[in-house]
C-alpha cells in the first residue's frame, strides 16, 4: 500500500461536508503558492495556486486562502467527495530559488461515506 | 494536457547494482526536477536541470547522479545502490520563467 502517509496528519471528514486543510509556510519572501493532490500509487497532481499579491483564489469546487501576516494558507474543498480522499501537499517558491519549490509534508483526507 | 511518464513504477535492485530511472516529458518543458518521497519527510529534492547539458544539486544529491541529454528526457542515476536509497522517486518538469511542476506517477525502489 500507500506509505507516503505513515507519519501524515488526518482529516476525515463526511461525504458532502466541506473540507479545510490548512498549511503554515515558512518564508515570508515567498512569492508563490501551490496545492498538491497526491492519490494513492500515483504521482502529485496540480489543484490550485496563488500568488502573493492575492489573499483568495477559486477554483472548481476549491478555495485557496492566503494570509501572509500569519503565513498560513488553507485549501477549502466544497462538498466533499470519495474521490477527493488524497494526500494533499502545499508547496512555496522562494524569490530567489530559481523556480524551486518546498513542499509541506501533506495532510491525509479522509472522506467517510 | 502535460504529460510526465516514468520508464517503470515499481523496481527491486541488489546493494550495489548501479540503477537508471528514466523521466520523459511531452510539453516542452525547459526544467526538469527528481525528488524522493519518503514517509514523514515530504519531498526532497536530489536534482534539477534547466537545460539541456545542465543540471544543478539540489537539497539531497549525496550518491545520485543525473543526464540530461535531450530536453525531454531526465535521467536519474544510482551509482551504486544503498538499501537507504529505498524510496518512491518523482521526476516533475516545468515551463521556463513558471513555478508550476506537472509531476510524473512516480517509481518505487526497493534496494535489497
Known amino acids: 500500500g500507500e506509505s507516503v502517509g505513515l507519519h501524515l496528519p488526518t482529516l476525515s471528514v463526511q461525504e458532502g461536508d466541506n473540507s479545510i486543510i490548512n498549511c503554515a509556510y515558512s518564508?515570508?519572501?515567498?512569492?508563490?503558492f501551490i496545492w498538491y493532490k497526491q492519490e494513492s500509487g500515483k504521482g502529485p497532481q496540480f489543484i490550485i495556486d496563488?500568488?502573493?499579491?492575492?489573499d483568495k483564489r477559486q477554483g472548481q469546487r476549491v478555495t485557496v486562502l492566503l494570509n501572509k501576516t500569519v503565513k498560513h494558507l488553507s485549501l477549502q474543498i466544497a462538498a466533499t467527495q470519495p474521490g477527493d480522499s488524497a494526500v494533499y501537499f502545499c508547496?512555496?517558491?522562494?524569490?530567489?530559488?530559481?523556480?524551486?519549490?518546498?513542499f509541506g509534508s501533506g495532510t491525509r483526507l479522509l472522506v467517510r461515506p | 494536457d502535460v504529460k510526465v511518464t516514468q520508464s517503470s513504477r515499481y523496481l527491486v535492485k541488489r546493494t550495489g547494482e548501479k540503477v537508471f530511472l528514466e523521466c520523459v516529458q511531452d510539453?516542452?518543458?525547459?526544467?526538469m526536477f527528481w525528488y524522493r518521497q519518503d514517509p514523514g519527510l515530504g519531498l526532497r529534492l536530489i536534482y534539477f536541470?534547466?537545460?539541456?547539458?545542465?543540471?544543478e544539486k539540489g537539497d539531497i544529491p549525496e550518491g545520485y547522479s543525473v543526464s540530461r541529454e535531450k530536453k525531454e528526457r531526465f535521467s536519474l542515476i544510482l551509482e551504486s545502490a544503498s538499501t537507504n536509497q529505498t524510496s518512491m522517486y518523482l521526476c516533475?518538469?516545468?515551463?521556463?520563467?513558471?513555478?508550476?511542476?506537472?509531476f510524473g506517477p512516480g517509481t518505487r525502489l526497493l534496494v535489497l
Open positions: 516533475a518538469s516545468s515551463r521556463d520563467n513558471e513555478e508550476t511542476q506537472y
Open positions: 518564508n515570508s519572501a515567498s512569492d508563490y
Open positions: 508547496a512555496e517558491n522562494w524569490m530567489d530559488s530559481s523556480y524551486k519549490l518546498i
Open positions: 496563488i500568488r502573493s499579491n492575492m
Open positions: 536541470s534547466y537545460d539541456v547539458k545542465m543540471k
Open positions: 510539453m516542452d518543458h525547459e526544467n
